[in-house]
């Protein structure tokens, strides 16, 4: 009998990882974890926004931090100005609103896109725009700050939990045999709502990223981090274990 594998977004990325595990034979369990929320300074977005043709480089790390720009700047992107995605639907989409085409790294994380990025520039100088998250990774800001770049951040969206008894009921109804996880937070979140006992029960636990493996590993739980710290390496572990 097929798995039924537990998603902990509700997004774009989260639409492609249902439909690549759909296409592995899973059955996909939606229990989004976290929801959008505005950013902590909402004028500044928006004045940064309508200046986006200051910056020699803009750089995203969701569609989420894009259809914000794109929201408070009520104008295509300037396609003068070089950009950069973490991952190619989040280059998609700022492509759609505009930008010149993004640099995607091969891995689609902050580090792996810092890589694809160090030796594109000197960076000495250069004007950098990043859109963050409050508890993002700060591997591409530091790289770029450490090769000398002025670097401009600004909040383009906040996540937080969902109510816990929300998310209980999802996961009761949904009656997941494993679960894919993308962060730290998630995992923590997750622990908080449906407990220790009904994640320790699953068949398989996969996560991306030690950092998240750690948060689990803190409540006693076993995760497993695939080869890769993508979604598609972690949809291919969970396929070996089903096996």
């Keep these: 009998m097929a798995w039924r594998v537990a998603v902990t977004r509700d997004d774009e990325i989260d639409a492609a990882v249902r439909r690549g595990l759909e296409a592995a034979g899973f059955i996909v369990v939606v229990c989004p974890i976290m929801v959008e929320g505005p950013p902590a300074d909402s004028e500044r977005l928006k004045t940064v926004s309508r200046n986006l043709d200051r910056y020699e480089w803009i750089v995203c790390s969701s ?16 396609a003068a100005v070089r950009t950069a995605a973490v991952g190619p639907i989040t280059a998609a989409v700022m492509k759609d609103a505009g930008a010149s085409d993004p640099v995607v790294g091969d891995s689609f994380n902050a580090k792996a896109l810092w890589q694809a990025l160090r030796s594109r520039e000197a960076w000495r100088a250069r004007r950098v725009l990043v859109a963050t998250v409050p508890g993002g990774r700060r591997d591409l800001i530091d790289g770029l700050r450490s090769a000398g770049a002025n670097v401009d951040e600004v909040e383009a969206y906040s996540m937080h939990p969902r109510d816990a008894g929300e998310i209980r009921r999802d996961w009761q109804a949904g009656r997941p045999d494993a679960v894919l996880i993308g962060s730290a937070s998630q995992a923590r ?6 407990g220790v ?7 398989a636990i996969v996560v991306i990223g030690r950092t998240t493996r750690t948060a689990l590993q803190d409540a006693g739980l076993v995760a497993v981090v695939p080869d890769e710290a993508t979604f598609a390496s972690g949809i291919e572990k969970l396929k070996s274990m089903a096996r």
């Design 189 to 194: 979140h997750l622990i908080d709502a449906v």
């Design 197 to 203: 006992a009904a994640l320790s029960a699953l068949k």
């Design 63 to 78: 569609v989420r931090s894009v259809r914000a720009i794109s929201a408070a700047r009520a104008a295509p992107w300037p």
